[in-house]
């Protein structure tokens, strides 16, 4: 695996800090644009294909993930992160191009290079994994999700200024925005370019009987690889369906409290506390995987999905039910941020240096699947038996999971080298100090 010089433990803080300035720069971008995305492709295409704005930057995100990764493993990740932020900066640019010339092929194309920003986003967790010892991975991968918090929060708010801007600018209604977006990428590009740096690898063996360290592999292999180690392919399918979960019942959550006469102002309260449960509670859940283990926080955050399926069954059969649908969807979203954290741990601990950065993006890719097909499943499955069948659905989604899970635990944990039951202090006694590959 050949490395640039793009983060790791001897840039220490500085590293870990140039990747949440990425993370908040990239999540502004994100959110800024995708708060007015729909309304775009509404206004240049019409309602029918509203929709598809998302679905395009979700697939985006999708696709550029498994090659992202591939940058990474070859080039190391400060070329990754940054070619994808790059091609996120044109796909901004692309959008608001498509609003001037009202393309709404050219629209949907861009939304989907946009989405590459996503992926960015999601990867940036594992850059710095790569740079923290072994006891602490979940906490350093857990602060760089936490800075999203922020993005999210702001980057929507942002968006009516940013429209008026525009407009003074000359642009089309809804193309500021954008503008937002691009500055945000390209400064978290700029970031990510300038200050990440490569971890530190033990120097690598010279000849006499030593091997050389196998080649990285291909997408495909790693998850064959994932598949034949219960840890591994408990981490890749809990990322998968926590994210399916949570799309299912997120994005039908604000069509089942209008149906049911609660306002948008209070549609946008619950989302906020979704955001919130799935962003702001990082920390505390990387420490307590780094801590008392990935398995163990694994297996909370299982429970916690089940239990916001659970409320939100209850909250759909009551007459008054506001106050549990923002339970359910708080809690939703913390059981989303726990099988995260704790999945990609997991995931980073049990996979061997020339398979890690391969699966992980594979992992990703498969995330950003699950959540594309859930999203288009929930619409009929709402239409077919309401919010009630929705839940049920979300809940039947955990099942592969738990059966993962199941397997890991039957074994007595996770195997020797991942982060699973045991606690920090075993792991690193065990493993000693291994920089992992930042490049």
Same mark, same amino acid.
């Given at each position: ?54 679905? &395009? ?375 000693? &100090? ?6």
């Amino acid at each position: 695996m050949s490395r640039d010089d793009s983060g790791g433990p001897r840039s220490g803080a500085r590293g870990i800090g140039s990747l949440v300035t990425g993370n908040l720069l990239g999540g502004v971008a994100v959110a800024s644009g995708f708060a007015v995305g729909g309304l775009l492709v509404e206004r240049l295409g019409g309602t029918s294909l509203a929709g598809l704005g998302q679905a &395009a930057s979700v697939l985006g995100a999708a696709v550029a993930a498994v090659p992202l990764a591939g940058v990474a493993a070859r080039h190391g990740r400060r070329r990754s992160l940054t070619l994808g932020y790059a091609i996120a900066v044109l796909g901004g640019v692309l959008i608001v191009t498509a609003a001037v010339v009202s393309q709404v092929v050219v629209l949907l194309a861009g939304l989907a290079m946009f989405g590459v920003g996503q992926a960015v986003n999601l990867q940036s967790r594992y850059a710095a994994a790569d740079g923290a010892a072994p006891g602490a991975r979940a906490r350093a991968m857990s602060i760089v999700v936490w800075a999203t918090t922020i993005g999210s929060v702001a980057g929507p708010n942002l968006s009516e200024v940013a429209d008026r801007l525009g407009r003074r600018l000359g642009l089309p209604g809804l193309a500021g925005p954008y503008l937002i977006s691009v500055v945000s990428f390209a400064l978290a590009g700029a970031v990510v370019a300038l200050f990440l740096r490569p971890a530190v690898r033990p120097p690598a063996p010279v000849a006499g009987g030593a091997h050389a360290p196998p080649r990285t592999v291909g997408a495909a292999a790693a998850l064959r690889w994932a598949a034949a180690h219960p840890a591994a392919r408990f981490a890749v399918a809990l990322v998968a369906v926590a994210h399916a979960m949570m799309v299912m019942v997120m994005v039908m959550t604000p069509l089942h409290m209008q149906h049911h006469g609660m306002s948008l102002r209070l549609v946008g309260v619950v989302i906020s506390l979704h955001v919130l449960g799935m962003y702001a509670f990082s920390p505390v859940f990387g420490w307590l995987a780094d801590r008392l283990g990935a398995v163990r926080v694994a297996c909370a955050g299982m429970l916690m999905l089940v239990a916001a399926v659970v409320l939100g069954f209850v909250a759909a059969s009551a007459s008054e039910g506001s106050a549990l649908t923002a339970l359910a969807l708080t809690v939703l979203g913390m059981g989303w941020s726990a099988s995260m954290i704790s999945g990609s741990a997991l995931l980073t601990g049990a996979a061997p240096d020339h398979i890690r950065v391969p699966l992980q993006g594979a992992t990703d890719a498969g995330m950003n699947y699950a959540g594309a097909a859930a999203a288009a499943l929930a619409g009929p499955i709402l239409a077919a038996g309401g919010f009630h069948a929705v839940n049920v659905a979300a809940a039947v989604i955990l099942v592969p999971a738990v059966a993962a899970a199941t397997a890991v635990l039957g074994r007595g944990g996770a195997p020797a080298g991942a982060p699973g039951i045991r606690g920090r202090h075993e792991e690193s006694a065990e493993r000693g &100090a291994h920089p992992a590959d930042t490049g």
